[in-house]
């Protein structure tokens, strides 16, 4: 049971992330089977006056899952807690797959931390949003955050301490 409110589309993706899961049971291919799951957005649910995600940096639209299963059960259950970008699922798969890198990308592997090295946690990611100035011209926002801040470049610029503000409602500035 869960107090959040039911959304289909959450549903949908459930559902066939389990068709997934149980047609590489049916041909013998998930034990050996690398599997990435990250979502393009969250959802901000009415935080901050946006019902839907695109408009603003806030961490209810930006911060999404990303969840990797490596074959044979492998690191299975460690929880990441450092950021990391989306940005970082293209070299983290290339690593796994001893291809080598691709020059000029953005990201970095994720495969020390998923063999338990500590990572940085004041490592800074980078955020964006254009939907709002392609849709209507205003300004594009951009964001950099770290464990404990993050400063959104808007037309008035926002820094939140998210240490002592993780829902982001007092601008420090």
């Known amino acids: 049971f869960s107090s959040e409110p039911y959304d289909a589309e959450v549903a949908y993706t459930d559902a066939a992330i389990g068709r997934l899961l149980d047609a590489l049971e049916a041909r013998n291919l998930a034990r050996d089977a690398l599997i990435v799951i990250v979502a393009d957005h969250g959802e901000s649910l ?27 059960a492998h690191a299975a259950g460690r929880v990441i807690t450092v950021p990391v970008e989306t940005a970082d699922v ?32 004041e490592r800074a990611t980078y955020a964006e949003s254009y939907y709002q100035h392609v849709l209507l011209g205003w300004s594009p926002l951009r964001a950099l955050r770290t464990d404990r801040w993050k400063l959104i470049e808007a037309p008035r610029p926002e820094l939140y301490d998210l240490h002592a503000d993780p829902h982001e409602t007092t601008n420090v500035i």
Not at 48 to 63: C, N, P, S
Not at 110 to 118: E, R, S, Y
Request: a negative charge; charged letters at 20%.
């Open 90 to 121: 293209t070299p983290t798969i290339l690593d796994l797959a001893g291809a080598p890198p691709i020059r000029d990308v953005d990201g970095r592997s994720l495969v020390p931390l998923l063999n338990g090295a500590p990572g940085d946690p």
């Open 46 to 72: 009415g935080e901050h006056g946006e019902r839907t995600h695109g408009t603003f940096l806030y961490d209810a639209t930006i911060q999404v899952p990303l969840i990797i299963r490596l074959p044979r």
